[in-house]
């Protein structure tokens, strides 16, 4: 009897303990209990400040989930697309980074690649006149293509050179910012009549559509991560590429030995990295914002860093993740009225990072039984085969 056939065959009881036994030694259950032990430990120094706990939590929930104190509809349901508009660049975001984590590449450049993506972007935006929907999708074209063609330039370089992509893509951060200051100073890249460093607002056919009306902020972007997401994992998932990538990074000399070109896994590797991060730049250019200033990118591409974390480098991972910190983000104003700190949001942020990187300190703290790598049906396989026994 196969172990499908024999999971089949389990009665209840069996099947919930199967479940119960690999959940509680899943990594995703350590991540909600590490999301869980940071909130508690944000309670105290939340204490410590002088604040109430209880009142500052409502008002992260009234400001990221929902506001039972709204006066209608309208506002009571507010927060959640906040949540989800503040979400959507740190999903796309989060899945560039991932997509090169899982090839064991740590891609720190995820500001550059938003900056070019926005560059990209917004030029057509400005520059192009084409019909409502096409000019959106050329201005996403470009994007990707753009952030992909930088990220790819370390990718180059790490494979031709050995050349260490960490320190690559941080400097190619830096490249990136100072040649957005330059072009913002040039009088092509400035809006008429200002003297702020911001481009002219990108042309309304370039802009994302919105899905609800004002004041909501969701815009056709939250759909653009959700396809991304599921073009992620269909990549690593069902493709042939996304196999030699996942081999890489597991082994890189098990997978060269195999057969596999390290180096064109590299170069790809790291343009689909700034594929997704010039679709998060153009998510800022012409959808938060519609236009471009020096701040595009702010801490998006950092952040990214802790979404891809917290997720594991999984595509739901991701998306729940950067949900996770819209919601922080979206509540964390409405928290700094009951005299919090803006600061407790970074702390809070932190400490699932820190968490989340020490697994075995939370298996410790809440006594959590080790991995064993069994599925569920292998686990119901196990407790047929002891009940056959006797």
């Not at 507010?78 to 979400?87: E, F, K, M, Q």
């Not at 590449?105 to 030029?123: D, P, R, V």
């Not at 653009?224 to 990549?235: C, D, G, K, L, Q």
């Amino acid at each position: 009897m196969t172990q499908q056939d024999t999971f089949a065959a389990a009665g209840l009881g069996q099947k919930l303990r199967a479940f119960c036994h690999v959940a509680l030694r899943s990594n995703w259950f350590a991540s909600v209990l590490a999301v869980l032990a940071a909130f508690l430990l944000g309670s105290l120094l939340i204490a410590v400040s002088g604040a109430s706990v209880f009142d500052a939590y409502y008002s992260m929930f009234r400001g990221a989930i929902f506001d039972p104190e709204g006066r209608n509809i309208q506002r009571q349901i507010l927060p959640i697309t906040n949540t989800l508009a503040y979400a959507t660049p740190l999903i796309l975001s989060g899945l560039g980074l991932g997509f090169g984590f899982r090839a064991g590449l740590f891609n720190i450049g995820g500001t550059g690649q938003i900056i070019f993506g926005a560059i990209a972007a917004i030029w057509v935006g400005l520059n192009l006149t084409l019909p409502a929907g096409v000019h959106l999708v050329v201005a996403l074209l470009a994007a990707m293509i753009l952030g992909s063609a930088y990220a790819g330039l370390a990718g180059f370089l790490k494979a031709k050179t050995g050349a260490n992509e960490v320190i690559v893509t941080i400097m190619l951060n830096a490249i990136a910012g100072l040649f957005l200051a330059y072009l913002l100073s040039t009088p092509a890249w400035q809006r008429p009549g200002s003297t702020n460093p911001q481009t002219p607002t990108a042309a309304e056919t370039a802009l994302f559509p919105t899905l609800l009306p004002a004041p909501f902020k969701l815009h056709i972007g939250f759909i653009i991560a959700i396809v991304a997401t599921f073009v992620y994992w269909w990549i690593l998932q069902r493709s042939r590429f996304g196999f030699e990538l996942r081999a890489v990074g597991a082994n890189a000399h098990a997978a060269q030995t195999a057969g596999m070109n390290i180096s064109r896994v590299t170069i790809l590797t790291l343009m689909g990295s700034g594929v997704f991060l010039g679709l998060a730049g153009a998510n800022e250019a012409l959808g938060t914002m519609g236009y471009v200033t020096g701040g595009i990118a702010g801490t998006i591409g950092f952040d990214a860093i802790t979404v891809a974390l917290l997720g594991r480098n999984k595509p739901l991972g991701i998306f729940l993740a950067g949900i996770l910190f819209g919601g922080f983000k979206a509540g964390g104003y409405l928290m700094q009225t009951q005299g919090v700190p803006v600061d407790m949001i970074l702390i809070l942020q932190a400490l699932i990072v820190l968490f989340i990187a020490a697994p075995a300190l939370i298996r410790f703290l809440f006594r959590l039984p080790k991995p064993d790598g069994k599925s569920v049906r292998e686990f119901v396989a196990t407790l047929a085969e002891k009940g056959a026994e006797k």
